[in-house]
């Protein structure tokens, strides 16, 4: 299937957090406390699919309340935090919802997340993200992780579905 049939046929959007939503860096505060750097333009692409009717997800290994309060703040419900195998993971939420496996694309960029692209519909690989996750994308952004590169996804979904123009209009105009 060629990527533009991939990106139309896409209904959920799932995510890494460390390395794909923010650029990988763990800051730790003296009280032990996690903090990490999201950025803005992923924040709107991820509105302006959930605005055009798409469903987001998160599936990542690592758990903490600030991916939670950013997930609150764009509205996003559907949370798989400290997944070791986040393939089977992508089967429950499959089996949840009804959407087919090939209906969602993930974004990942380490190790971590190679199974998980095995079984995307469309997998894609963050900018900076390890190259066996790269050799198994069907698409690699030009931004890295945590710097715009769910942006880009978000943006090739909607104009290959026809619907970022109106999104426009009626968003930001």
């Known amino acids: 299937m060629k990527i533009h049939q991939r990106l139309e046929t896409i209904r959920m959007l799932l995510l890494d957090v460390d390395g794909v939503l923010t650029g990988g860096e ?24 959930k605005a055009a009717g798409l469903e987001v997800g998160i599936i990542t290994g690592r758990t903490g309340s600030a991916l939670r309060h950013r997930c609150k703040n764009l509205g ?38 190679l199974a998980v692209l095995k079984k995307a519909g469309l997998a894609v690989a963050v900018g900076d993200a390890h190259e066996m996750i790269k050799a198994q994308a069907h698409i690699t952004t030009q931004a890295l992780g945590g710097h715009g590169a769910v942006r880009e996804v978000c943006e090739a979904i909607l104009k290959a579905q026809g619907k970022w123009d109106d999104l426009v209009k009626q968003l930001f105009s």
């Open 26 to 49: 763990i800051i730790y505060t003296d009280s032990g406390e996690q903090v990490k750097l999201f950025d803005v333009k992923d924040g709107i692409g991820i509105r302006m699919l």
């Open 76 to 113: 996003i419900d559907l949370i798989y935090d400290g997944i070791r195998d986040k393939a089977q993971v992508m089967e429950q939420i499959s089996s949840q919802t009804g959407l087919a496996v090939e209906s969602m694309a993930f974004v990942g960029d380490d190790l971590p997340d």
